[in-house]
């Protein structure tokens, strides 16, 4: 391994100007000439706009222009789209109300789009939008998840239930009749809280349109600009693809909610045209409170099937999954094929069977929130076998390594081939770094300081990549989920890499160089990663799903090896040997036997000046591309072990040692994916203890700033211990997992089943926040004082 | 309008601006110092974080006007004559970014953490001086090595002697 | 924000006369409550009147039995001030614990004061410790200052200028903050002075911060946290939001003054 090559710690590339105050993020970006935008929002959950009168507001000071629903409608502005079909259990399609970029009609959540108003100044274009007059007809607002399919109020005309599909999965009968012959059944009612994703950096975009050629260039917080380009385009009607330019660049975090395409960057890039002047918004926190696509929020009822020795036999779930108010980009993915294929987690289940109600409610769009789907699955799988190997009386962990998967690959009843995997082997390493065996002492240690001890397992699967496309087009996604790169070698062999992937904090510029840099034997700083611009990358399907790596970079290593292969024709004629006895290593060309070589770069310049070959045996140039399609979701897995102490006086939940081992396949920068790790078990921390939007009866977020919406801080988290095993993924050639959401799905199973091992009982939901615990825990203390 | 003059980064300037101008917008705004982040309203996420006349403060929450003939630094100033601060240097070494966007601000609240604490900060103290600091990609794991190691980083005495 | 108009004024006395002048002015100190309620557009004074340049205002000293402690001088100088850390340390550490080490350089004693917030830190030792504000027209002990949430006795055109607190054998602070907002959920400031026991509670009460006179009572008998053993403090007149409901503020009420006294006492 080179100090710059695949498996080393290489510091990041692209941390310079992020240190020194020169990262580049849209909000940075100022066009000449720029205005900026203000949203007029709905101030209620639910009404019918009988009115918007605009027109004191357009006599306003520096006010350019507003604009309501009927305008994007006379200009035949297609509304927003939802990209993956579902169908119900009945064969009948899903019921997709109309999502228009601003409302007409109707107003369907707090912070829906009412109108925009475009000025010299945001102050102005804020004062401008107090000025209008809304007549709302107030209507009764749907709230509550699991009871919005008896509401009397009605979202979407189009579905008179407020329901958007009743889908399933697996067979109902063998799973039937898998539980009439269980000697146990574990039984369970859990909510999977709503999250607010909450990068850092809140959502911006700026619309620029080019009259001289017609060309409207959009800078914008995206985690796939050309998906943007292509919706915008395509669906929406902003201008064909090739008058329509999508700039992302620094993204300051995703986690999801950029992947999607939003109301405001579709009305600031078509506004700019309409008040010939580039357009600018950017979010404040609490819009991105109201109207970023939220996450999670299912209500769930779970159980699990055993023989009498303790051997799964089958399990079935049915959850109610609250979509939100308008089906955002991903939506109906989330709680169906991104779920209840994961439902089997390690564990050898013949029998599954799982229902899924979406729901439509007057509250924010939900969609992918990091781990999308897959935490929701793990966490009703683990929460279950933590249950039921406490109600069999069985070690958690021996429990587990009983039932784990052992023969790859393995077909599981809902969809999944898995590929390869070592599940004990992580639990093992889990357990040592755990301290497992000295737990009981510590136990009792707390429990003399008057605290209760626990400790909770977590062993997650994903299925990440988020591909094939034959296969997610089976499924109902509208697109294909491959990659693209482009490998453009200079004529004294820097290279410069064209990605269809987007990095907003993964480190692309640097593990993608790495790869390079192995591969070719060029020094790492020869090496450029240029992503996130349609006029430079020709297309590409973005970064989500832990894709960047299994799918993205695979789509480089095949690129590099077509590169590979035409420097070896080239060399051939250089060194005037056959080209099957050019061999490529260690950034030289040699001709095998003897010592005639050609280094990278001197047969770059070869390629380009051409002399030693003629143009029709061989073209000139050193560039290739590469579109690749895996053959398989790839399957990272671990286990995460949470140990914490709570403090029954005040319900303080404190984590006193997380250990962590992970299976992600191959790893080009361990640095970067541990990095990765702690990140994703922080957000699943603040899941578990922490976070949840709530919303009151009438629809009004009660969670819209971070005064009450709890994010984690530094003195909420501990150190972590993070440990890996590796089974190389076949299913790619860099033989990659994926990392960036494993984390987030591993971490709040494990945070609880640590909080109900603390407390002797299983009545704690998510968030444990330290009022729930505290009124827990009374419980606990009571029971203690009683035994 | 209002007249204000300060020293940013070491340089003089002056400028006519609206009273309700933030500092954080003059910086962003006026003099396309846009390394200094807005992430919240409520003054709590930190990404806003410069020092003014040394200390650090949340440059969402203070009034331009009010900066009147203060000394300002923002994360552009840190790195003195192209050589990186330590602190800078520490997050590099230790990977305590991702996306970048809350970066400036833990740095400069990192720096001021040292001043006000020395170079020796354990774990618990940094973890609690970061109450004003929200990252949402690290997991803070690596941000808390990196302050400690920059801390330590700023007390050796060959930077010292050359300060 | 709203527009409004600037004033700096070099004094007190210069603050005053502008704030008597301009309709609808607001004195702006360290700017972390009055600022942010601006952007959101909740405030709209016409004329900020800033009291940053008031070098009158400022400063720590201790007179006789008393620690003077001027309206701008901020909550980190309070924390680390010797002079404080040594007359009542328990200050000092309240002072040190108030948002975070950023709103500290620029939040201040008058101005948390002056605002009155139900959960801020302040108001509990201002009230445990039998405080003075002294403003340009009188002296009001701290229970005529605080009149209920975000109420003070403060009139039109009415500056404060300090705050004046006697210094006691013992005192102890203890608070729970919100998870989310960092405030206090709850605070219990305790003080004890010759015989004469007062605790504080901030963060609880639906009329802003109250005493607890059954604590009082009981620590006057024996200043001890075992004094406090089996005494609750109900749920009636305690507030109740979705991070802790009445019963649980009043529980906690329980704990933290137990941790003050604690403190208090070196336990």
Redesign the interface.
């Known amino acids: 391994m080179s100090a710059t090559g695949i498996g080393a710690p290489v510091r990041r590339k692209e941390d310079h100007r992020f240190i020194t105050g020169q990262g580049r993020y849209t909000d940075d970006i100022n066009r000449p000439g720029q205005a900026h935008a203000f949203f007029l929002r709905s101030p209620h959950a639910h009404a019918r706009l009988r009115s918007v009168d605009t027109a004191a507001a357009a006599a306003m000071p520096g006010v350019l222009g507003i604009f309501t629903g009927e305008d994007l409608a006379a200009d035949k502005i297609g509304g927003l789209i939802c990209g993956w079909m579902i169908h119900s259990k009945d064969g009948t399609p899903m019921k997709a109300g109309p999502h228009p970029a601003l409302a007409q009609g109707k107003v369907r959540y707090v912070g829906d789009h009412v109108a925009v108003v475009v000025a010299e100044t945001l102050a102005q274009a804020r004062d401008a939008a107090e000025a209008i007059t809304v007549d709302y007809e107030v209507l009764p607002a749907v709230v509550d998840t699991a009871g919005a399919a008896k509401a009397k109020s009605v979202v979407h005309d189009e579905a008179p239930d407020n329901t958007v599909f009743n889908w399933h999965l697996g067979d109902k009968a063998a799973t039937e009749a898998a539980f009439a012959k269980a000697a146990h059944v574990t039984k369970l009612d859990l909510v999977n809280n709503r999250l607010v994703p909450n990068p850092m950096e809140p959502r911006a975009a700026v619309g620029d349109y080019d009259d001289g050629d017609g060309v409207f260039t959009l800078y914008t917080t995206s985690q796939n600009p050309h998906v943007a380009r292509l919706v915008l385009s395509a669906f929406i009607g902003i201008a064909p693809e090739n008058k329509l330019r999508v700039i992302a660049p620094d993204v300051g975090g995703g986690f999801g909610s950029k992947i999607f395409i939003y109301a405001e960057e579709t009305v600031c890039v078509w506004a700019a045209k309409k008040v010939g002047r580039p357009v600018k918004w950017t979010s404040d926190r609490t819009e991105a409170f109201l109207a970023d696509a939220h996450g999670r929020d299912h209500v769930t009822h779970a159980e699990l099937a055993m023989d009498a020795d303790g051997r799964m036999l089958g399990m079935r779930v049915h959850t109610t999954a609250n979509l939100g108010a308008y089906l955002s980009t991903f939506s109906s993915s989330v709680p169906t094929y991104l779920y209840a294929p994961l439902l089997s987690g390690q564990y050898d289940i013949p029998a599954i069977y799982c229902e899924v109600d979406a729901v439509y409610t007057n509250t924010a769009p939900v969609d992918a929130y990091r781990g999308a789907g897959r935490p929701e699955a793990t966490f009703v799988v683990e929460r279950l076998v933590e249950m039921a190997a406490r109600q069999l009386g069985k070690d958690p962990a021996k429990f587990r390594m009983q039932n784990y998967i052992r023969q790859f690959p393995h077909q599981t009843p809902v969809i999944m081939m898995y590929d390869t995997g070592n599940y004990a082997a992580s639990m093992k390493k889990a357990l040592e770094l755990a301290d497992y065996k000295g737990l009981a002492k510590r136990k009792r240690d707390s429990a003399r300081r008057g605290r209760l001890r626990g400790i909770g397992f977590s062993s997650y699967i994903e299925a990440c990549g988020i591909a094939p496309s034959a296969a997610v087009g089976s499924l109902g996604a509208g697109v294909g989920l491959w990659e693209s790169a482009e490998v453009r070698v200079n004529p004294v062999g820097t290279v410069e890499v064209l990605t269809g992937s987007h990095s907003h904090g993964q480190g692309h510029e640097t593990t993608f160089a790495q790869l390079v840099s192995d591969r070719l034997g060029v020094p790492i700083e020869n090496v450029s990663i240029i992503h996130g611009d349609t006029d430079k990358v020709q297309m590409g399907m973005g970064t989500y799903g832990s894709r960047s790596g299994a799918v993205g970079m695979s789509a480089i290593a095949v690129a590099l090896d077509k590169v590979i292969a035409k420097g070896k024709k080239v060399a051939a004629h250089v060194l005037e040997a056959d080209e099957a006895d050019i061999e490529f290593a260690d950034g030289h060309f040699a001709v095998k036997g003897t010592d005639r070589k050609l280094d990278f770069g001197s047969c770059a310049l070869q390629a380009y000046i051409a002399h030693k070959f003629s143009g029709q045996e061989l073209e000139p140039g050193l560039k290739e591309g590469a579109f690749y399609d895996p053959t398989n979701f790839t399957f990272p897995a671990g286990v995460h072990i949470c140990e914490l102490e709570i403090d029954p006086q005040t319900g303080v939940t404190t984590i006193e040692r997380w250990s962590a081992v992970d299976d992600f396949g191959n790893v080009i920068n361990p640095m970067i994916v541990e990095g990765q790790v702690h990140g994703g078990i922080a957000q699943g921390v603040g899941q578990a203890l922490l976070e949840g939007a709530r919303y009151d009866g009438d629809g009004q977020l009660v969670t819209a700033s971070f005064m009450d919406y709890c994010m984690p801080r530094a003195d909420d988290l501990p150190s972590f211990q993070v440990g890996m095993t590796v089974t190389p993924c076949p299913s790619n050639p860099l033989g990659i997992k994926g990392c960036g959401e494993a984390g987030a799905i591993a971490a709040p199973p494990a945070v609880i089943n640590a909080i109900t091992d603390a407390l002797g009982h299983e009545d704690i939901a998510m968030p444990a926040t330290p009022q729930a615990v505290w009124r827990a825990a009374r419980r606990t203390v009571s029971r203690l004082a009683a035994e | 309008m209002?007249n204000v003059t300060m020293t940013v980064n070491g340089k003089p300037v002056t400028a006519t601006i609206?009273?309700?101008t933030?500092l954080v917008q003059f910086l962003?705004e006026n003099l396309r110092?846009?390394?200094?982040?807005?992430?919240?309203?409520?003054?709590?996420?930190?990404?806003c974080?410069v020092h003014?006349d040394g200390?650090?403060?949340?440059a969402c929450?203070?009034?331009a006007?009010?900066c009147?003939g203060a000394s300002v630094t923002?994360?552009?100033g840190?790195?003195a004559g192209g050589a990186?601060h330590p602190m800078?240097e520490a997050?590099?070494?230790h990977?305590g970014?991702?996306?970048?966007?809350?970066?400036?601000g833990m740095?400069m609240?990192a720096v001021?953490?040292v001043n006000?604490r020395g170079n020796a900060l354990d774990?618990?103290t940094?973890?609690?001086?970061?109450?004003?600091?929200?990252?949402?990609?690290?997991?803070?794991?690596?941000?808390?090595k990196a302050i400690a190691a920059g801390a330590e980083a700023m007390g050796e005495p060959a930077r010292q002697a050359a300060e | 924000m709203y527009a409004f108009t600037y004033h700096r004024p070099a004094s007190a006395r210069q603050a005053a006369t502008l704030l008597g002048k301009k309709e609808d002015a607001k004195l702006l100190a360290g700017g972390h409550t009055l600022l942010p309620t601006m952007k959101q557009r909740l405030a709209a004074p016409t004329a900020l009147v800033d009291l940053s340049g008031c070098l009158d205002l400022k400063g720590i000293a201790q007179k006789g039995r008393n620690l003077i402690i001027g309206a701008m001088t901020t909550h980190a100088e309070v924390a680390n001030s010797p002079v404080v850390r040594d007359a009542i340390p328990a200050l000092a550490y309240l002072a040190g614990h108030i948002g975070d080490p950023a709103v500290r350089h620029r939040g201040t004693i008058g101005g948390s004061v002056a605002n009155n917030d139900p959960a801020a830190d302040y108001p509990a030792a201002l009230l445990a410790l039998g405080a003075t504000v002294v403003t340009n027209r009188r002296k009001l002990s701290a229970a005529e200052f605080f009149t209920g949430l975000y109420e003070t006795a403060l009139e039109e055109g009415e500056v404060i200028l300090r705050v004046s607190f006697p210094v006691v054998s013992k005192a102890g602070y203890a608070k729970f903050r919100n998870p989310a907002s960092r405030y206090a959920m709850v605070g219990v400031f305790v003080a004890k002075r010759g015989g004469e026991v007062a605790v504080a509670v901030t963060g609880a009460g639906e009329g802003g911060v109250f005493r607890w006179p059954e604590a009082e009572a009981a620590l006057k008998a024996r200043f001890a946290v075992k004094s406090l053993d089996g005494l609750a403090h109900g749920a009636d007149g305690i507030n109740a939001d979705m991070h802790a409901d009445a019963e649980y503020r009043a529980h906690l009420i329980g704990v933290m003054a137990r941790q003050a006294v604690a403190m208090a006492t070196g336990k």
């Open positions: 209002a609206d009273p309700r933030l962003r110092l846009t390394g200094t982040h807005v992430g919240c309203d409520t003054s709590q996420c930190g990404a974080v003014l200390k650090a403060v949340k929450t203070t009034l006007v009010s009147e923002t994360i552009e840190l790195a990186l800078q997050f590099r070494e990977h970014l991702q996306c970048g966007f809350c970066t400036p740095i609240t001021d953490m006000r774990e618990a940094i973890r609690e001086d970061l109450d004003g600091n929200i990252c949402r990609c690290t997991g803070y794991h690596n941000i808390v």
